[in-house]
């Protein structure tokens, strides 16, 4: 374990560290969402491609979650995975491996970021097809994210016990669920859905007057592709280090061609997509990786009211506190959440006198 020298803090570089606490203990190492294996416990099509919203600057290793389990800790609130919008989420920024949001060039995150990304915005959805590692289509690509909890647009404002709660119209987006979906390139063991890509052609580009070079784009790390036909893009695919399978070129061109039919019927029947617009057929063509990624970790330690860790015959471990991201069960997000928390664990474990 390696930390910042302060006052109190550790700073050592050896694989092990032993620490006597005089207090208690407080488990607030950011979550587990870095970790695969370990938030598949949740959601098993949360595969290695889907890369996470802290990346590559911050990573959730689960490293306090397993501490605790190990001397018998339950997890809590293992059902929220899909509960609300921000723990795993579609963006608008395609190209490059991190799609939360964009470095630039002078950013000293850059070197491991690569390329800024491609923000399509909200708009650019209706200029491009997103198709899974087979080359088809799954859903409506103007669609969004799930819900974000209780602030739903249908129940706002939200009143707890209000009668008006029980009128919400449910209409979530289901993007995000078919982009995780099993696919014909599914294997085992893992069935992962594998990446998402987002196809469009030259004159998307044009109307959009999108940048579509180095370095807004990872072309050398195989997360943007560019080719004169769409055979030959889907050729290229494989290029990327989680394109497990080829993707079949007839696959591609079929998808493409049947989106350029809805334009001229003015209907996408398939998905609904609101008013095909935009043939995909100039080229050079091109394909932007877009995959679904990981952002809060929801489910996690289960802990009290106090922030004691509660093992799994829901009995308290004396002495052991969590909070943040690493605790199960809530539905708040950020600086709300780990402040609120962290001062409760905070103030109970300094005036643990149970040892």
């Given at each position: 374990m390696?930390?910042?020298?302060?006052?109190?803090?550790?700073?050592?570089?050896?694989p092990?560290?032993?620490?006597?606490?005089?207090?208690?203990?407080?488990?607030?190492?950011?979550?587990?969402s870095?970790?695969?294996?370990?938030?598949?416990?949740?959601?098993?099509?949360?595969?290695?491609?889907?890369?996470i919203?802290?990346?590559?600057?911050?990573?959730?290793?689960?490293?306090?979650?397993?501490?605790?389990?190990?001397?018998?800790?339950?997890?809590?609130g293992?059902?929220?995975?899909?509960?609300?919008?921000?723990?795993?989420?579609?963006?608008?920024?395609?190209?490059?491996?991190?799609?939360?949001?964009?470095?630039?060039?002078?950013?000293?995150?850059?070197?491991?970021?690569?390329?800024?990304?491609?923000?399509?915005?909200?708009?650019?959805?209706?200029?491009?097809?997103?198709?899974?590692?087979?080359?088809?289509?799954?859903?409506?690509?103007?669609?969004?994210?799930?819900?974000?909890?209780?602030?739903?647009?249908?129940?706002d404002?939200?009143?707890?016990?209000?009668?008006?709660?029980t009128?919400?119209k449910?209409?979530a987006?289901?993007?995000?669920?078919?982009?995780?979906?099993?696919?014909?390139?599914?294997?085992?063991?893992d069935?992962?859905?594998?990446?998402?890509?987002?196809?469009?052609?030259?004159?998307?580009?044009?109307?959009?007057?999108?940048?579509?070079t180095?370095?807004?784009?990872?072309?050398?790390?195989?997360?943007?592709?560019?080719?004169?036909?769409?055979?030959?893009?889907?050729?290229?695919?494989?290029?990327?280090?989680?394109?497990?399978?080829?993707?079949?070129?007839?696959?591609?061109?079929?998808?493409?061609?049947?989106?350029?039919?809805?334009?001229?019927?003015?209907?996408?029947?398939d998905?609904?997509?609101?008013?095909?617009?935009?043939?995909?057929?100039?080229?050079?063509f091109?394909?932007?990786?877009?995959?679904p990624?990981?952002h809060?970790?929801?489910?996690?330690?289960?802990?009290?009211?106090?922030?004691q860790v509660?093992?799994?015959?829901?009995?308290?471990?004396?002495?052991?506190?969590?909070?943040?991201?690493?605790?199960?069960?809530?539905?708040?997000?950020g600086?709300?959440?780990?402040?609120?928390?962290?001062?409760?664990?905070?103030?109970?474990?300094?005036?643990?006198?149970?040892?």
């Amino acid at each position: 374990m390696e930390s910042f020298r302060s006052e109190g803090n550790i700073n050592r570089t050896t694989p092990t560290v032993t620490v006597k606490a005089r207090r208690g203990v407080i488990i607030a190492s950011g979550g587990h969402s870095s970790n695969v294996n370990f938030r598949r416990i949740f959601d098993p099509r949360l595969t290695e491609e889907h890369q996470i919203a802290g990346a590559p600057y911050s990573f959730q290793d689960a490293s306090g979650e397993l501490a605790a389990m190990s001397i018998g800790a339950s997890l809590w609130g293992t059902a929220n995975s899909f509960e609300r919008r921000r723990v795993v989420m579609k963006r608008n920024v395609v190209g490059s491996k991190y799609t939360y949001t964009t470095w630039g060039p002078k950013s000293p995150l850059f070197p491991f970021s690569r390329a800024t990304g491609l923000n399509l915005g909200n708009a650019g959805w209706g200029h491009v097809i997103s198709v899974n590692q087979v080359g088809k289509r799954f859903w409506n690509e103007t669609q969004g994210e799930l819900p974000d909890g209780t602030g739903h647009k249908s129940i706002d404002p939200y009143v707890v016990g209000g009668p008006q709660n029980t009128k919400i119209k449910y209409d979530a987006p289901q993007y995000l669920h078919a982009a995780l979906a099993m696919n014909e390139g599914s294997v085992a063991p893992d069935y992962a859905a594998g990446p998402v890509w987002v196809i469009f052609d030259s004159a998307a580009v044009t109307r959009q007057k999108w940048n579509v070079t180095p370095p807004v784009v990872d072309i050398a790390g195989g997360y943007f592709f560019v080719a004169d036909t769409l055979e030959e893009l889907a050729r290229k695919l494989t290029k990327n280090e989680y394109q497990k399978v080829p993707m079949p070129p007839e696959h591609l061109v079929a998808t493409v061609a049947r989106y350029n039919s809805f334009v001229d019927l003015g209907k996408d029947e398939d998905f609904e997509k609101p008013t095909p617009m935009y043939k995909i057929q100039t080229p050079p063509f091109y394909a932007a990786w877009g995959a679904p990624l990981c952002h809060d970790a929801v489910s996690g330690i289960r802990i009290n009211g106090k922030c004691q860790v509660i093992d799994v015959r829901g009995q308290v471990i004396p002495n052991l506190y969590c909070g943040g991201e690493s605790a199960g069960g809530s539905n708040q997000h950020g600086l709300g959440r780990t402040q609120c928390q962290g001062y409760i664990a905070g103030g109970n474990a300094a005036a643990d006198v149970s040892w």
